[in-house]
C-alpha cells in the first residue's frame, strides 16, 4: 500500500532563512509526487508536481522540490522564505493505481518569525 | 471563472439528519474526487469518480454516497450523520492520471 511521511509537524523559520520540508513515501511503482500548500480556511494548492524526468521540478511561490528514488524522498525547498509562507504543506503520492487516488502525508506547520 | 466550487461552504446538522454537498467543476476534467479532512488536518480520500467506474475506499461508511449527474458535478450525500463524520470535506478533480485541482472545503459539523 502506498503511504507519505512528513516527519517534521511543525516547522519555524525566520523571514529570508532558508527552509526545507521532508516527505517520504512508499509506492510500488514509478510515483507521482505532488506538494500542495494549504493556508487557514482554504482549499489545497498545487505548488508543484514531479511525474517524470528532471529530478528537479520547480513550482510557484519560488518553491522547489527534488525526487530521489533512492531514498524514497520529495523534499520542498526554498531559498527565502517569506511571512506569507505561513501555511500548512501537504505531500502527496499517486500514481497510475485505480481511480488515481493520492495519498497524502500528515502534513508540515510553517510558521515564520518576523 | 472558479475552477471547483462547492456548496455550501459552511453545514451544521443534527446528529441523525441527511444532508448533502454539492461539487462543480469547469475544467472538462474527466475524473473527480471526494476527500476528508479531519480535525488533525489527516486528508484522506473517500471516492474517485469518473463516467467509467466508482472507486470507493474501503474505509468509508455506506452511508456515505457520491452522484453524478452529469461530467461536470459529483454530489456528497451522506445519511444518518454522525458526530466523527465532522469533519471538512474536499471536492477535486483531475484528469486521470494527472494533478488534482481541489475546491474551497465545505466544513460540516454535526451536533
Known sequence: AQSVTQPDIH???????????RCNYS??????????VQSPGQGLQLLLKYFSGDTLVQGIKGFEAEFKRSQSSFNLRKPSVHWSDAAEYFCAVGGRNAGNMLTFGGGTRLMVKP | DTAVSQTPKYLVTQMGNDKSIKCEQNLGHDTMYWYKQ?????L???????NKELIINETVPNRFSPKSPDKAHLNLHINS???????????????EPD?????PGTRLTVL
Open chain 2, 99 to 103: 494533478t488534482q485541482y481541489f475546491g
Open chain 1, 27 to 36: 509506492y510500488g511503482a514509478t510515483p507521482y509526487l505532488f506538494w500542495y
Open chain 2, 44 to 50: 484522506k480520500i473517500m471516492f474517485s469518480y469518473n
Open chain 2, 81 to 95: 450523520l454522525e458526530l466523527g463524520d465532522s469533519a471538512v470535506y474536499f471536492c477535486a478533480s483531475s484528469w
Open chain 2, 38 to 42: 479531519d480535525s488533525k488536518k489527516f
Open chain 1, 11 to 21: 516547522i519555524t523559520v525566520s523571514e529570508g532563512a532558508s527552509l526545507e520540508l
